[in-house]
């Protein structure tokens, strides 16, 4: 009997069009995603149809899938009592069980049938010939199966389930997709702080119902050759997962089928008590009130519009729907940005963004399913024989119920508003900005918000039933996400699309809101057409075809309608007109595979001459003339080159930024042989070769400026307050470097190129000749003027300073050696100034932005003394700190001058003392590039990055370590070891060890921090400042050759004492090495006299990776830290006093016992406890003592 | 007042629901009779600018009513078979909202119209109410007063009475005969009494076609001594329908009632009738079914 109902209703699904129309649109999807090569699957060395990215796009289509199961399952309940068949089938002898689990078996099996064409699809997928091979793996059936039976079929089972119970309950189609709805907002919160929260990431992986997280948690430090290879082990948090959600489904099936009755529901009472008021005096005989249906629009307006918006406000989907909107973006403003750790300052430019990410997607849910219910309400409710038959006018249905929709968004808007307030009061931070939030955030997405309710009416009022108007909206909701994804990226066509508005304090909207209303224009008069539309094709009586409506569509068309939509359409025409002249004509409009094809023929054309031996500048003038107002700037300078090579040079190379606005260069002696306007390459012969140590001078003139808007990339540097440009982006570059060539290795095939790009391997002495940033070292004479009320800064000692005809201008030498590459900045700066040791330090900041401005001071004074004690001498007499606008977030040193972002530390919130200090570490890191970069600079090959950047880091750890203590530096650890494991995995080319590095930020910045930290643990601090030293004094402002990284591994390998520390040193700087450090149940024994005998057996091993990421076992022979503690390490408020003791052991690998008699017992135990070395498994150095 | 002149509908299935129909209707009640699926509700809704015809032409008094449905819908007061309401709206909001949309813009006549027809239509006190929970003959009232909303000249109603106990049908009709006097009002039932109670001119619909106009004592007088009436088992019944034009058939006391249409006494115990509405509903019925 079960099997035959159960047979029953699969026959009955799968001839029911849902399940067709599952099929045809997963297949598409998953089709198109995986053979799509713009769809960034697996990625890097990853293939696209590597298990795991298949997986994960699997289980992404999971989400999206329950809508389609609940259509099948909650189908199962509710239809017997929509078509009233119910009691006819519950009146024969089954029972509920069959009734019921044979029906949803049924359905979910047709569920899962149809699920199947989503690992078919991929398959077919991967088999498509324009895919590049490289990209793709064999294709095995494990790695199928394994995503059908361990993700599809249970996710399906269990949604399907939970659904179910929830159609039982509610035995309406409407309040199940509320509950699913429901169900995906919060699995988006949980998902979202999931990932802000990663320390809790093992919890968050068993409560994610699809495995997604679990997924992610058990894959999470892999490699690439991992992923290629290997399927995820079925254990630890994705069995729980899957077992807890499979028994979770389990138990709302048996819910289902215990609360399910046969018997009808009975009708409610009605609330309302009985009136017993006396019947109305009335004249009955008396005449009615006549109607006068023509006076009565605004009446008719307003009532409409009420009656709508009460049957929104009043809808229990609503009060769902705001709820959840509310805890999404409450915990988003919560949890906040932050750094580090740190948190930021809710400031309106920094809580808008995030209100925006966080809270827009439920407006728009809104607007889509209430556009669906509104417009077909009459219908629904039979009311549109009644209403369509009295005399209100056409408009009167779709603008009422358009301005309900919008009024209904701009409240939610409000009210999202208030949330934010809310959090800021609980930030104590009461401070509200209303003008920006207006400004900023309620009139811009306000006016959004209407567009999206016009077009969702729009859609509804042409398709031929609501659930179409739905699909038809999220495939629009989806296409506005992939289409830029894929080239077509132009506001244009991109329905109700604007330009990107960044935000800041320092500039405000800046210039960017100009181009974003022309475009809220340009759509807002699109949006008027579609209402005039709507209002003409809008279904009155009961004809519900298009066609008949089309037709009488012109003829209505006469008055106004016509002249509305007509005066819009001018409008329409007008602006997009105005738009296009703006963005194509006065700038350039690219997509990214313009700007693709344009890396490919640059590097296709130029590479070649990346080698070429050329003269450096030694001497830069410059006259830099800010017009911030206009967003101009007019660059006047000159360069004394000179040959510092030991051959002549016959042609000189010079390269201009091809955006700028103009550029001259004048060069006697030289012959312009070749100008590329495209690239702004141009190449002179020299009429004489340049012998080595000959100089010749060159003069240019230039002009960056932005006219008009853009669609996207309005100018973030040259803006009217805080402007902050390079002399890369505004002067000439001798020379041919490889930046900003495409090193994506699937991208480069594409275009036709080597598949990788890799600097000069550290053999290559040749490459020796240019430092990494391609600027050698030169002295400077920089005058910089701007409007008045700002102040220009640029490198350098200022040496005059002048105010006339409303501008100020500053000059600015130094005879020091700085390196050709520096800032030139502008804005209403405050100063404060502190004179420490005979070196002025200063920060420049925006006036309200004075929070942490001490707190900087305080971390230059401490860097200037570890540093100057332990490096080297400090090359200037001043030090600047230059804020910049939220533009970017990160701050870059100059020569004395660190231009640092209004993101990071200004507006850090460092009110707590227990939070790490953030902006100290950065302040510290920058000022130790003071001296790792701007005394000595890398060459131009594998591991340049580590002289600069990894000892920058190093610097500030050691900053912080004087200053905190050993107890915050663990957090700080853990937090690059989890970076660095993470980031190995989308490692794109190779991984290299770190003395090779390719500038790959992982290593030289979290795996750097590591191996520095644990180095000067086991040589000593001193010894490693002494090798330090030793190379600053060889190569501080030496020209060519310049440093490599080997020269400071063997002034370390110069202070290794022991043949352990070599092979450490081995380890960390040749190698990638990865190890695996355990403790075992550690135990304690009470001995006679009140001692313990500790035990703690550990497991210990070494691997070494090759740079894809596969592991041989290599042999571990080291001293490693074994530790007693009475708290965890890391946890709560342990601190010294909980440590037993802490003893450095011989370890070799495999499993080892040690033993300890202690006089308290150890409640923890374990080796490595402080995480110094680099361990997938951190977690498991330290185990409890039994 | 309303004259339809040659309407015809056919649906998109092919289905053709009227067949070029042609009506003459004067002020006072006019009864559309007609069993389910005649074509009454799309004649309804055709006049009440609810669908357009695919021929034909509609007019009320001066008014097209296919090229200007506005204008009719100012003087318009229709309820359909079959409506709902919106979920939480109580009787006086919904009646309130109704005046509104059809052109009754001060809250004052508004206040005025409301209550006197929920008074008039016996909801004044249930007034509170959420309509969601009305009775069947209270919902219908309740479709009536919004119908009588600013003194239409053309009322329709179709099938108000299907689903009601007969208390409630009673009330209802009242209603309907109350406001009857001065305008024009169309009453389309199935249900035979409908009519004879209260209209003095009716018509039949039966598969889209008018088969038969008239006053319904003219039309019975016309029946007189043509119709006759036998009591037979149940087993004789196909033999009888054989032989005699049996236009109904009625179960009493566990025998066969059958009225057949024979211009003289067939005889064989058949015993003459007076004829009622009924008879001659059933006659026109029968003869239409034998035409088709």
Redesign the interface.
Same mark, same amino acid.
Do not use: C, F, H
């Given at each position: 009997m079960f099997a035959r109902i159960a047979g029953f209703e699969l026959r009955y699904q799968m001839k029911n069009p849902i399940f067709w129309v599952a099929v045809i649109i997963f297949f598409l999807l998953a089709f198109g995603l995986t053979a799509a090569p713009v769809f960034p699957l697996g990625g890097g060395n990853v293939h696209r149809n590597a298990p795991v990215s298949l997986m994960r796009l699997q289980v992404a289509f999971n989400l999206f899938y329950m809508f389609i199961t609940t259509a099948f399952v909650a189908n199962v309940v509710v239809r017997d009592d929509e078509t009233g068949f119910g009691a006819m089938v519950r009146s024969t002898p089954i029972t509920r069980f069959q009734y019921l689990v044979g029906r949803f078996a049924g359905a979910a099996l047709a569920a899962a049938l149809a699920w199947l064409v989503i690992p078919i699809a991929m398959w077919f997928a991967s088999l498509m010939p324009w895919l590049d091979p490289d990209t793709l793996g064999p294709n095995g059936i494990g790695g199928y199966a394994y995503g059908f039976f361990v993700f599809g079929l249970p996710d399906i089972l269990v949604t399907a389930a939970i659904f179910f119970v929830a159609a039982t309950l509610t035995r309406s189609m409407m309040w199940t997709y509320v509950c699913v709805l429901a169900f995906a907002v919060a699995w988006y919160t949980l998902v979202s702080i999931g990932t802000q929260r990663p320390e809790y990431g093992d919890w968050f992986g068993i409560f994610e119902p699809f495995g997604a997280t679990a997924l992610g948690r058990t894959v999470r430090y892999w490699t690439p050759a991992e992923f290629n290879n290997l399927l995820p082990p079925l254990k630890g948090v994705l069995l729980i997962n899957r077992l807890l959600w499979l028994a979770i489904g389990a138990a709302c099936l048996a819910l289902a089928v215990n609360r399910y009755r046969f018997a009808e529901a009975g009708?409610k009472p #009605?609330k309302?008590e &009985? &009136?017993?008021?006396p019947? @109305?005096e009335?004249?009955?005989s008396? =005449? @009615? =009130?006549?109607?006068?249906?023509?006076?009565?629009a605004?009446? &008719?307006f307003r009532?409409?519009t009420a *009656?709508e918006m009460k &049957?929104v406000f009043?809808s229990p989907a609503f009060l769902v729907l705001m709820a959840l909107g509310a805890l999404n973006s409450g915990l988003g403003l919560w949890f906040g940005r932050d750094l580090f750790g740190t948190p930021t300052l809710p400031l309106a430019h920094v809580v808008i963004p995030v209100l925006r990410g966080s809270f827009f997607l439920f407006p728009v849910i809104i607007s889509i399913y209430y556009a669906g219910e509104l417009v077909w309400?009459e219908r629904d409710?039979?009311?549109h024989?009644? *209403? #369509?038959? %009295?005399? @209100? =006018?056409d408009w009167?249905y779709v603008v009422p119920k358009t301005a309900a929709v919008s009024l209904v968004l701009i409240s939610t808007l409000v009210f999202s508003m208030v949330i934010a307030f809310g959090i800021n009061l609980g930030k104590e931070w009461p401070h509200f900005e209303l003008g920006k939030y207006l400004l900023w955030y309620l009139l811009p997405v306000g006016v959004e918000m209407v567009m999206y309710a016009i077009l969702a009416v729009f859609v509804q009022s042409l398709s031929p039933n609501k659930y179409v108007g739905w699909g038809v909206m999220v495939l629009f909701m989806v296409a506005t996400i992939v289409l830029p994804l894929l080239g077509f990226s132009h506001n244009l066509y991109l329905p109700l699309q604007t330009p990107n508005e960044p935000l800041s304090d320092m500039n405000g909207a800046g210039i960017y809101w100009i181009g974003a209303w022309w475009f809220r224009l340009y759509w807002i008069a699109f949006c008027i057409i579609l209402l005039v539309v709507s209002h003409l094709l809008w279904r009155?009586? %009961?004809?519900t075809?298009l066609m008949?409506r089309l037709r009488r569509l012109p003829h209505r068309l006469n008055g106004s309608p016509g002249v509305i939509a007509g005066l819009a359409l001018l409008l329409f025409v007008g602006t997009g007109t105005w738009i296009f002249y703006n963005t194509n004509i006065l700038n350039h409009y690219r997509t990214i595979w313009d700007r693709e094809q344009f890396q490919a023929d640059y590097e296709k054309k130029y590479l070649k001459y990346v080698g070429l031996p050329q003269p450096t500048v030694s001497k830069v003038v410059l006259n830099v003339a800010l017009y911030p107002n206009r967003i101009d700037a007019l660059i006047h300078g000159s360069y004394v080159l000179t040959n510092l090579t030991q051959a002549a040079i016959p042609e000189v190379h010079v390269r201009t930024d091809p955006d700028l606005a103009s550029s001259q260069i004048v060069f006697p002696g030289a012959r312009l042989k070749s100008q590329d306007d495209r690239f702004g390459y141009r190449i002179y012969t020299l009429d004489r070769p340049m012998q080595p140590g000959e100089t010749r001078a060159m003069a240019f003139t230039t002009e960056r400026k932005q006219v008009g808007f853009r669609n996207s990339g309005n100018d973030t540097r040259l803006v009217t307050n805080g402007t902050f440009l390079n002399n890369f982006e505004i002067a000439p570059l001798i020379g041919m470097d490889r930046n900003g060539l495409l090193t994506d290795r699937a991208r480069r095939r594409r275009y036709g190129l080597p598949p990788e790009l890799r600097p000069a391997k550290l053999e290559d002495l040749s490459a020796t000749a240019h430092n990494y940033i391609h600027a050698g070292w030169t002295t400077s004479d920089i005058t910089v003027s701007t409007v008045a009320d700002q102040i220009p800064i640029a490198p350098g000692r200022q040496v005059s300073e002048t105010v006339a005809n409303g501008r100020r201008t500053a000059r600015f030498v130094s005879n020091v050696p700085i390196l050709d590459f520096f800032s030139i900045q502008s804005a209403r700066y405050a100063e404060r100034h502190r004179r420490y040791k005979g070196i002025d330090l200063t920060i420049y900041y925006h006036p309200p932005h004075d929070f942490n401005v001490d707190r900087m001071l305080n971390a230059l004074q401490y860097g200037l003394d570890y540093y100057q004690k332990n490096f080297g001498p400090y090359q200037f007499d001043q030090v600047r700190i230059l804020e910049f606008p939220d533009y970017a977030g990160f701050a870059q040193s100059f020569a004395n001058t660190i231009p640092y972002s209004e993101a990071i530390g200004f507006i850090a919130d460092t009110r707590d003392p227990d939070k790490i200090d953030a902006v100290t570490y950065v302040t510290a890191h920058e000022l130790g590039h003071q001296w790792w970069a701007h005394q000595i600079i890398g060459a131009d090959m594998q591991g340049s990055t580590m002289l600069s950047e990894t000892l920058a880091q190093y610097s500030a750890l050691m900053v912080m370590k004087h200053l905190y203590g050993e107890d915050q530096m663990r957090r700080f650890l853990k937090d690059e070891l989890d970076t660095y494991l993470r980031a190995r995995a989308t490692e794109g080319v190779e991984e290299q060890p770190l003395e090779r590095v390719e500038n790959q930020q992982y290593i030289h910045y979290n795996k750097g921090s590591l191996v520095m930290y644990l180095l000067q643990q086991r040589l000593g601090e001193d010894a490693v400042n002494r090798a330090l030293r030793t190379i600053l004094d060889k190569y501080k402002f030496k020209g060519a050759p310049y440093p490599r990284s080997i020269e400071l591994v063997d002034a370390f390998r110069k202070e290794a004492k022991t043949p352990e520390q070599q092979q450490l040193i081995t380890d960390l700087f040749e190698r990638i090495t990865i190890y695996d450090l355990k403790a075992i149940e550690p135990t304690a024994m009470l001995r006679p006299d009140g001692n313990w005998d500790v035990t703690v057996p550990v497991d210990t091993r070494k691997y070494y990776a090759s740079g894809k990421g596969a592991e041989t076992e290599a042999p571990l022979r080291d001293e490693i830290e074994v530790g007693l503690f009475t708290a965890m390490p890391g946890r709560g408020k342990f601190d010294r006093r909980n440590v037993i003791r802490i003893v450095r052991m011989p370890v070799h690998s495999g499993r080892q016992s040690f033993h300890f008699v202690t006089g308290v017992k150890p409640t923890y135990a374990g080796i490595d406890p402080y995480n110094f070395y680099i361990d997938r498994n951190s977690s498991d150095n330290v185990a409890p003592v039994k | 007042m309303l004259e339809l002149k040659d309407v015809s509908h056919v649906y998109p299935n092919g289905t053709r629901a009227l067949d070029h129909v042609t009506l003459s209707i004067p002020r006072g009640m006019f009864g559309l009779l007609g069993p389910n699926g005649a074509g009454k509700s799309t004649l309804m809704r055709t006049v009440a600018t609810l669908q357009t015809p695919t021929e034909g032409t509609v007019r009320f008094g001066d008014i097209d009513v296919i090229a200007d449905p506005e204008r009719l819908r100012r003087t318009l007061g229709y309820l359909p078979q079959d409506f709902g309401v919106y979920p939480r709206v109580s009787a006086y909001d919904m009646l309130d909202h109704m005046a509104v949309l059809k052109g009754i813009a001060s809250s004052g006549e508004r206040r005025t119209t409301v209550e006197r027809l929920l008074v008039q239509t016996n909801l004044w006190s249930v007034r509170k109410r959420a309509l969601a929970g009305f009775s069947g003959g209270m919902r219908q009232r309740f479709g009536i007063a919004q119908a009588l909303i600013g003194n239409p000249e053309l009322i329709i109603v179709d099938e108000p009475t299907a689903g009601l106990d007969p208390e409630e049908r009673n009330r209802f009709l009242n209603l309907l005969a109350e406001i009857g006097e001065h305008v024009v009002v169309i009453l389309s039932t199935h249900i035979v009494d409908d009519v004879s109670d209260l209209c003095p001119l009716m018509a039949v619909l039966a598969a889209g076609r008018i088969q038969l106009e008239g006053a319904p004592l003219a039309l019975i007088e016309k029946t007189r001594g043509r119709i006759w009436m036998k009591v037979i088992d149940r087993s004789e019944l196909e033999a009888a329908r054989e032989k005699y034009e049996v236009i109904s058939t009625r179960l009493f006391a566990g025998r066969t009632v059958i009225h057949v249409l024979a211009d003289k006494d067939p005889g064989e115990g058949f015993a003459a009738v007076e004829g009622g509405l009924a008879d001659v509903y059933f006659s026109t019925l029968a003869q239409s079914r034998r035409a088709a």
């Open positions: 009708a #009605d309302a &009985q &009136q017993d008021e019947a @109305l009335s004249d009955a008396a =005449p @009615l =009130p006549e109607a006068r249906p023509g006076s009565a605004w009446a &008719q009532s409409r *009656v &049957q009043r309400r409710r039979r009311m024989e009644i *209403v #369509d038959a %009295t005399p @209100l =006018p009167a009155r009586g %009961t004809e075809r008949p | -």
